[in-house]
T-cell receptor, first 113, second 116 residues
Framework: AQTVTQSQPEMSVQEAETVTLSCTYDTSESDYYLFWYKQPPSRQMILVIR??????QNATENRFSVNFQKAAKSFSLKISDSQLGDAAMYFC??????????FGTGTRLKVLA | GAGVSQTPSNKVTEKGKYVELRCDPI?????LYWYRQSLGQGPEFLIY????????DSGLPNDRFFAVRPEGSVSTLKIQRTERGDSAVYLCASSLNGGLYTDTQYFGPGTRLTVL
């Protein structure tokens, strides 16, 4: 079984600053992916970034990057140069051995102007 | 279409009524998933279709919930004798192949169901 823990219910960041959202997980799978999804008030889950567990190099997508620590089962998301449009709920999801995403409870990110 | 679409966007019904929620996946995607998101929670898996068949319906909470995908494209989630506890956002996702951890799921905007 897979479990996900997002220990920060809410985070705030000043516009243009950097923020890190944490995620820890547990899985018995050897091959898996890890995802961060963003859910703005429109409700749609939007893929932010994806990390293959077998890759040591951390994934990067423009202002978004991850710090993946496989041994510690930690998968944090760093948002640089935060923008007002980044305000949303962020969900972490490990994905492996099954087609079901297992989501954490999410972190609400507020961006202050 | 360009993305996953869901209708209606919002649905308000009375306790005991029957509702249908529709999902149009991305064209060409063989796999379709339904999730339910209660207030303050992450989405929880309900059912997974590969083509026309339900490959896994283990997440459906009880026999009041049923879903179909008769032609391998559009899917309908059906809820009988609705209860107040069914109030949630119902999310649909699709992926190209399904059943693979390499296969990214793309989500629709969801249907917010409110049972009075």
């Amino acid at each position: 079984a897979q479990t996900v823990t997002q220990s920060q219910p809410e985070m705030s960041v000043q516009e243009a600053e950097t923020v890190t959202l944490s995620c820890t997980y547990d899985t018995s799978e050897s091959d898996y992916y890890l995802f961060w999804y963003k859910q703005p008030p429109s409700r749609q889950m939007i893929l932010v970034i994806r990390q293959e567990a077998y890759k040591q190099q951390n994934a990067t997508e423009n202002r978004f990057s991850v710090n993946f620590q496989k041994a510690a089962k930690s998968f944090s998301l760093k948002i640089s140069d935060s923008q007002l449009g980044d305000a949303a709920m962020y969900f972490c999801a490990p994905f492996g051995g099954t087609y079901k995403y297992i989501f954490g409870t999410g972190t609400r990110l507020k961006v202050l102007a | 279409g360009a993305g996953v679409s869901q209708t209606p966007s919002n649905k308000v019904t009375e306790k005991g009524k029957y509702v249908e929620l529709r999902c149009d996946p991305i064209s060409g995607h063989t796999a379709l998933y339904w999730y339910r998101q209660s207030l303050g929670q992450g989405p929880e898996f309900l059912i997974y279709f590969q083509g026309t068949g339900a490959a896994d319906d283990s997440g459906l909470p009880n026999d009041r919930f049923f879903a179909v995908r008769p032609e391998g494209s559009v899917s309908t989630l059906k809820i009988q004798r609705t209860e107040r506890g069914d109030s949630a956002v119902y999310l649909c996702a699709s992926s190209l192949n399904g059943g693979l951890y390499t296969d990214t799921q793309y989500f629709g905007p969801g249907t917010r169901l409110t049972v009075l």
